[in-house]
């Protein structure tokens, strides 16, 4: 029963080449349904892991490759077919490229690296999924009106902007406090 979270995120990776293959033969309204069910899929797994204690390390782990797979290739895909400008899928991928160097970076001169998602970019995750979800009902359906895509885009730009920037700013700070640490431990104590 434990593993259920993650066989739920796996089921979501998984689903991220059909998800792509609908979407670039433009069925939008199938990517609208997949791409949904993969979104509360991401709420699930979560709320399961949480509720019932089933966290794991491969949790921690997948969980973000799987939300950022997944939303990578559909902005990658939405850009390639004109729905989505060219400038916001370069934010949104620049920051998570400079989220997984930097994590390299820490792993590789620092030491183990636990990260936590921060709350501003869980909402960067929430606003791109509905983002999604929002230019895709318009291309198919032509609802909901203009100014919500608008609205969220922006907000995706916002705080895609302000995630990146605290994260390069936390981890900076942490990696600072490790080489203090490091480099105070291997003093010898001053007498007094």
Known sequence: ?????????????????????????????????????????????GFLARRF??????????????????L????????VLGLVPLWLMAAALARDAIIVAGAAAYRVFIGPLTAQ??????????CQAAFVLVVVARAAFAVPPPWAEVALGALVFVT???SGIDYVLTYAWRAVAAATARHGAGKAPERV
């Open 1 to 45: 029963m434990r593993q259920i979270p993650n066989l739920i995120t796996l089921v979501r990776i998984l689903a991220i080449v059909p998800i792509a293959v609908v979407l670039m033969h433009r069925r939008l309204d199938i990517t609208l349904i997949l791409f949904a069910i993969a979104a509360l899929s991401d709420a699930l797994d």
């Open 53 to 70: 204690g089933w966290q794991s390390e491969l949790g921690a782990v997948l969980d973000p490759i799987a939300d950022k797979a997944l």
């Open 72 to 79: 990578a290739t559909v902005l990658i895909s939405l850009t």
């Open 117 to 126: 998602p921060s709350l501003v970019s869980k909402l960067n995750t929430l």
């Open 160 to 162: 895609t902007v302000v």
